[in-house]
């Protein structure tokens, strides 16, 4: 019993450290001498990679800041816990968490980070892959008929535990209510972004080539 807990709390660092990983640092960095928390909205996400670094850039950061999330579920598989089990779900929750904390408060850059929907679309395509593949699709038609992204990422944030619920079932209500608790989370990190909505002054998305 005691060498599984020092296991998990192993693989939870380890998902942290994972999370920690800033993509658009240090792509910006390494590749345009620019660190993007400086420029744009001043976040180091994709949306503001897209914005600083370009389109090339910016789908690269979203890429490794998603596949960060799934490797960090994936982590599960070296728990003693049998998979598709309640222990082995509870135990990948944790982990995307954790994973999303490090995106958001990275200890390799100086804890400023990004909101952590990519890397909370990576961790949670790997927990229950079909209801997020119909949010994307969902994203998709937000974000193109209005140009937000922020519009986008609520409007996911908000139908992700019901989509869930009505495609996976009651099997999976502690996933659900997971699911509630990421809905709140993306919900605080864009507060800023629900006062520009409000406002009117959120900005547009408008791709920048190079």
């Given amino acids: ?4 807990y020092l296991i998990n709390i192993l693989l939870v660092i380890g998902a942290y450290l994972l999370g920690s990983i800033s993509n658009a640092v240090w792509i910006g960095k390494t590749f345009y001498g620019i660190d993007p928390r400086t420029q744009g909205s ?5 949306t503001n990679a897209v914005r600083v670094l370009g389109a090339k850039a910016g789908g690269a950061v979203f890429l490794l800041d998603a596949l960060k999330g799934v490797a960090a579920v ?8 049998t998979p598709a089990t309640p222990a082995y779900y509870n135990l990948q929750m944790v982990l995307a968490l954790t994973a999303v904390l490090g995106h958001m408060w990275p200890i390799f850059a100086g804890f400023k980070g990004g909101k952590g929907v990519a890397t909370f679309a990576g961790s949670l395509c790997a927990i229950t892959p079909l209801p997020i593949a119909i949010l994307l699709v969902v994203f998709t038609v937000v974000f193109i008929t209005t140009r937000y992204v922020s519009v986008g990422s609520l409007t996911v944030a908000v139908l992700l535990p019901i989509v869930t619920r009505f495609v996976c079932g ?3 209500l502690p996933i659900t209510l997971f699911y509630c608790l990421v809905t709140l989370i993306i919900v605080f990190t864009h507060r800023k972004n629900i006062g520009r ?3 009117g002054t959120e900005n547009r998305f408008t791709f920048k080539k190079k």
């Fill in 42 to 46: 001043k976040n180091a996400g994709a």
């Fill in 197 to 199: 909505l409000i406002a």
């Fill in 74 to 81: 994936m982590l599960a598989h070296l728990s003693s816990y």
């Fill in 170 to 172: 009651v099997e999976y």
């Fill in 1 to 4: 019993m005691e060498q599984t």
